[in-house]
Every structure is written in structure tokens, then in C-alpha cells.
């Protein structure tokens, strides 16, 4: 199973601001998805980085609020833009091998 | 449009009582069914399954798939106050579906 690093691990944002979440996998994987879960909902997909090409977004999502890196096989970040309160949330990021591995998470509060 | 219910969407029980966790899905290009469970952040990995009508098993916990019916079910025995958690059901296709999850409390 891969071994995933997220950080922050929590942050509190002031609204109009910007904040950057890093993923670290201990190996290369393909594909790499970032979740978002909002208070008393379930993990909703944000999007799908693949090492070398443009982040595939789910509908609802779109690349200026979200926009995602994926320099290499084993490290990528998801950046919250212009960040809200409705932005308040628990980011996940993803590997699946067999199964998903999340990061730990960041919990992030705008305010 | 691909879906993954899960039922009860939250259930109150009594240490040592039994419960029974439902998931409900039609996807395409089904792979295989996972059970999560989430008591803070990250859900942790419980089952995954691929082939219809085989328990799988982890002392308390065991999980089915009926791949004609489409469901899936998780069973938690003598259920203990360190099972009270958000239970998240996934498919996997080329990417993971979530159901909203049970939360499930488990009072002593």
C-alpha cells in the first residue's frame, strides 16, 4: 500500500486568499485524485491529476478555482483560489493501487 | 447516472448489538466495492470486493457483494464504542464513487 504525505495538515484562511496543499506518495503512481468533503457531506471527487497532462475536473469543478500540479510520479498540489467560507472543508488527495490511500488531510477553515 | 447509496444514512446502537450496513450502486464499469471507515479525516481501508457471494472477514467486521443485485452489506458484531465512525461505501471504476456514508454511534 502507498504511504501518503498531505500538508497542512489544517489551515485557517482569511476569504480572498489562496492556499496550496501538497501531496508526497513513497512511490510512482499514475494517477493521483483529489477529494473534497464539505460538513456532513461524503467525499466528492474534485479532479484527476496525471503526471504530464492537464487535471481532468469533475462537473462543478474548474481549473481557475482549483488548479492542480503533478510535476512528477510522486508529489502533487491542489491550490483553494479566491478561497470562500463555502471553501471550508476537509482536501483530501488520493492514490489508488488496489484500493484507495488517502493523504491525511487538510482541514481547511476560511474565514 | 452512476450512483452508490448507502443505507441507513446514520443508526444509534447499544454495545453489543449487531448491525448491518447497506450499499446500494449501479456504476459503469464496475471493478470492485469498498468499505471505508472514517472517525476523523482520512477513511481508513476496511474490504474490498470483487466477486459476488464471498464473505470477506476481519474479526467483528465482514462484508458481501451481490454483483446481480448489485449491493453490498457490512456487518459489524458485538459493535463496541471504537466502532462508533462514518462507514463510507465506494465502486471503483477508473475512478472511486463515495456513498454519503453511515455514521454510526455506539453508545456503552
Known amino acids: 500500500s502507498a504511504v501518503i504525505s498531505q500538508k497542512p495538515s489544517r489551515d485557517i484562511c482569511q476569504r480572498g486568499t489562496s492556499l496550496t496543499i501538497q501531496c508526497q506518495v513513497d512511490?510512482?503512481?499514475?494517477?493521483m485524485f483529489w477529494y473534497r468533503q464539505q460538513p456532513g457531506q461524503s467525499l466528492t471527487l474534485i479532479a484527476t491529476a496525471n503526471q504530464g497532462s492537464e487535471a481532468t475536473y469533475e462537473s462543478g469543478f474548474v481549473i481557475d478555482k482549483f488548479p492542480i500540479s503533478r510535476p512528477n510520479l510522486t508529489f502533487s498540489t491542489l491550490t483553494v483560489s479566491n478561497m470562500s467560507p463555502e471553501d471550508s472543508s476537509i482536501y483530501l488527495c488520493?492514490?489508488?493501487?488496489?484500493?484507495?490511500?488517502f493523504g491525511q488531510g487538510t482541514r481547511l477553515t476560511v474565514v | 447516472e452512476d450512483k452508490v447509496v448507502q443505507s441507513p444514512l446514520s443508526l444509534v446502537v447499544h454495545e453489543g448489538d449487531t448491525v448491518t450496513l447497506n450499499c446500494s450502486y449501479e456504476v459503469t464499469n464496475f471493478r470492485s466495492l469498498l468499505w471505508y471507515k472514517q472517525e476523523k479525516k482520512a477513511p481508513t481501508f476496511l474490504f474490498m470486493l470483487?466477486?459476488?457471494?464471498i464473505e470477506k472477514k476481519s474479526g467483528r467486521l465482514s462484508s458481501i457483494l451481490d454483483k446481480k443485485e448489485l449491493f453490498s452489506i457490512l456487518n459489524i458484531t458485538a459493535t463496541q464504542t471504537g466502532d462508533s465512525a462514518i462507514y463510507l461505501c465506494a465502486v471503483e471504476r477508473n475512478d472511486m464513487r463515495f456513498g454519503a456514508g453511515t455514521r454510526l454511534t455506539v453508545k456503552p
Open positions: 512511490s510512482q503512481v499514475t494517477m
Open positions: 488520493s492514490v489508488e493501487e488496489g484500493g484507495a490511500f
Open positions: 470483487t466477486s459476488s457471494g
